[in-house]
């Protein structure tokens, strides 16, 4: 019996009281409040279910279990753990006494099925014309930041997006915890370290990006900028590493990009802040703004903005060029509403056309100029 079937079989015996949660695909995230109190997230709406642990020390058994699986450690001097479970699914948990009231388990569930762009037209998160603009912008090159809020979608768009970039590309994909899962043969994933109780065996996102800088990617993909490896990633967009795509917490492309400037000045190289602002305004061509909708739970592209560098006042100029426009409900209460073009052409219109991808223009041709 390998290491993994033993694994499986004894997560299964730990995690049965939410074993049918997990096996419900419906159920996107499941929220453990302390052993007696658990939530889901299906539909994109959140749901008091009935099930429950024997006891906190069940739960706490159930994490621990999660923990030795991935080779890192929880305990009260390291009270959180970020993991993964086999088939993929991100697991978070933070126990006593940073945790008040009991052990706190959250995982987001990994979907089965890798969602396309083709998908999220079909569940109304963006439009066909909104799709192709897209990919055509990775084709391009383009750098492009996800921005959104916590289980906006942000990963499952930017998974969708990186379908477009082509399969003779060799992809460097950079996670905190692995979970991307790209369709092209030629890529290769790396996932940060944590470490033990005395810091040994720490490799993180930073320290890894470095490194990918030196194994000759064409694209890197990094899952998640939280910290100091922001400055290193906008540093490689603007010296010969364009077409990155990364995701970032924020509430509008504006605020993305404020956040971004944040995070480099979180590293260890002492840079002024404008020449950090500088930098992110040369490095970022595109900011897509994803929302989940309490409404009706579904999750949309709000915004599809370019970044237009800075303005005499050494303020970042932005501009719209798809816009989410509500326009009621329907009779079942979900969201009427359409991801359009504000009529506004990007920069850099011509681009298709100069490196022949005139091909790949049906819907979006308003955005282009030859």
């Given at each position: 019996m390998s290491r993994q079937a033993i694994f499986e079989a004894s997560l299964a015996f730990f995690l049965e009281p939410i074993g049918p949660l997990l096996a419900d695909d419906s159920v996107?995230?499941?929220?453990?409040?302390?052993?007696?109190?658990?939530?889901?997230?299906r539909h994109g709406k959140l749901e008091r279910t009935d099930r429950r642990f024997a006891s906190e020390d069940a739960l706490r058994t159930a994490v621990h279990n999660i923990a030795q699986w991935v080779g890192r450690e929880i305990h009260e001097e390291k009270p959180v753990l970020d993991a993964r479970l086999p088939d993929g699914s991100r697991v978070h948990a933070i126990i006593p006494p940073s945790a008040r009231g009991g052990t706190c388990l959250t995982i987001r569930k990994f979907a089965r099925q890798t969602l396309t762009l083709e998908d999220m037209v079909g569940f109304g998160t963006l439009s066909p014309v909104a799709q192709e603009f897209l990919e055509i912008c990775v084709r391009l090159h383009k750098n492009i930041l996800i921005s959104g809020g916590t289980g906006s979608g942000k990963t499952c768009l930017l998974g969708a997006m990186t379908r477009a970039i082509p399969e003779v590309e060799r992809i460097v994909v950079i996670e905190d915890t692995s979970e991307l899962r790209l369709i092209q043969e030629h890529c290769l994933y790396l996932e940060?370290?944590?470490?033990?109780?005395?810091?040994?065996?720490?490799?993180?996102?930073?320290?890894?990006?470095?490194?990918?800088?030196?194994?000759?990617?064409?694209?890197?993909?990094?899952?998640?900028?939280?910290?100091?490896?922001?400055?290193?990633?906008?540093?490689?967009?603007?010296?010969?590493?364009?077409?990155?795509?990364?995701?970032?917490?924020?509430?509008?492309?504006?605020?993305?990009?404020?956040?971004?400037?944040?995070?480099?000045?979180?590293?260890?190289?002492?840079?002024?802040?404008?020449?950090?602002?500088?930098?992110?305004?040369?490095?970022?061509?595109?900011?897509?703004?994803?929302?989940?909708?309490?409404?009706?739970?579904?999750?949309?592209?709000?915004?599809i903005t370019e970044a237009c560098g800075l303005d005499s006042n050494g303020h970042y100029i932005t501009k719209d060029l798809f816009a989410l426009r509500l326009a009621g409900k329907q009779a079942d209460g979900r969201l009427i509403a359409e991801l359009a073009p504000t009529g506004t052409l990007p920069t850099f219109a011509h681009e298709p056309y100069e490196q022949a991808l005139e091909d790949r223009v049906q819907y979006s041709g308003a955005l282009w100029s030859k």
């Amino acid at each position: 019996m390998s290491r993994q079937a033993i694994f499986e079989a004894s997560l299964a015996f730990f995690l049965e009281p939410i074993g049918p949660l997990l096996a419900d695909d419906s159920v996107t995230e499941i929220m453990v409040n302390g052993h007696d109190d658990v939530y889901i997230e299906r539909h994109g709406k959140l749901e008091r279910t009935d099930r429950r642990f024997a006891s906190e020390d069940a739960l706490r058994t159930a994490v621990h279990n999660i923990a030795q699986w991935v080779g890192r450690e929880i305990h009260e001097e390291k009270p959180v753990l970020d993991a993964r479970l086999p088939d993929g699914s991100r697991v978070h948990a933070i126990i006593p006494p940073s945790a008040r009231g009991g052990t706190c388990l959250t995982i987001r569930k990994f979907a089965r099925q890798t969602l396309t762009l083709e998908d999220m037209v079909g569940f109304g998160t963006l439009s066909p014309v909104a799709q192709e603009f897209l990919e055509i912008c990775v084709r391009l090159h383009k750098n492009i930041l996800i921005s959104g809020g916590t289980g906006s979608g942000k990963t499952c768009l930017l998974g969708a997006m990186t379908r477009a970039i082509p399969e003779v590309e060799r992809i460097v994909v950079i996670e905190d915890t692995s979970e991307l899962r790209l369709i092209q043969e030629h890529c290769l994933y790396l996932e940060a370290q944590h470490g033990d109780a005395t810091g040994r065996g720490i490799l993180t996102v930073r320290q890894l990006f470095v490194n990918s800088l030196r194994m000759r990617p064409d694209r890197i993909i990094v899952g998640e900028v939280r910290s100091g490896e922001a400055l290193d990633l906008v540093q490689s967009m603007i010296s010969g590493h364009a077409g990155s795509l990364s995701t970032i917490h924020a509430n509008t492309p504006h605020d993305a990009l404020v956040r971004l400037e944040t995070l480099s000045l979180m590293s260890d190289v002492e840079i002024p802040i404008h020449v950090a602002r500088a930098q992110v305004a040369s490095a970022i061509h595109l900011i897509v703004q994803i929302a989940r909708f309490s409404e009706d739970g579904s999750r949309k592209i709000t915004r599809i903005t370019e970044a237009c560098g800075l303005d005499s006042n050494g303020h970042y100029i932005t501009k719209d060029l798809f816009a989410l426009r509500l326009a009621g409900k329907q009779a079942d209460g979900r969201l009427i509403a359409e991801l359009a073009p504000t009529g506004t052409l990007p920069t850099f219109a011509h681009e298709p056309y100069e490196q022949a991808l005139e091909d790949r223009v049906q819907y979006s041709g308003a955005l282009w100029s030859k």
